[in-house]
């Protein structure tokens, strides 16, 4: 589940890194691409690779992903305002969400549950940060040689999601290429021989 979430994040960080449009509808295409795919890992990773008592915070975030990835792929209603909306809302109810179920999961003894506590962490850090840009903002600059450009709310914006992206990707690459530990698994225990040796 971990590689099928870091394989869908970081096919939006490409998208968002390599698209010299960051409109909303463009930010919003990506988005609800992503969302929605990484809804479905979550959900089948739930049924699939999760047991029965530990399936709630999978089942919550896929759920709240996929709804938000249905109302973005909207064309319709497509806005810098609904990107904005849409997005911080996410990201904090399942930032907040993932963070607690992982610090719940800490204390007794849930595998992975680190994991869970940093992308939740990661993704309140995506809400607060779209929280403070100003969608309305607007910057116009010049470049001697090249033209006059713009610098935007929105593309403050799907810039920001598109580093929350590529952070996540990351981080859940490496944790999902890890070696697991089996939970309950205690130190290694020497080997008859080791014993021998060590007499």
Known sequence: M???????AAVAAIMITFSA??????????????AVATGLVLLLGAGLAHPRGRRALPVLVGV?????????????IRSTTLFFALVITWALATGIAEAAFGIRGLRTGVPDSRDAVLIGAFTIALGVGLLVVDPAYRLDYVIDGAGSFALTGIAIGVGIFGGYAALVAVFLGIAGFSPKREP????AQPTEQSVGESA
């Open 2 to 8: 971990q590689v099928g979430r870091a394989l869908f």
């Open 184 to 187: 309950g698994a205690g130190p």
């Open 21 to 34: 449009d960051h409109s909303a509808e463009v930010g919003l295409a990506v988005f609800s691409g992503w």
């Open 64 to 76: 709240l992903t996929m709804l938000a990835g249905m109302i973005g792929g909207l064309p319709g």
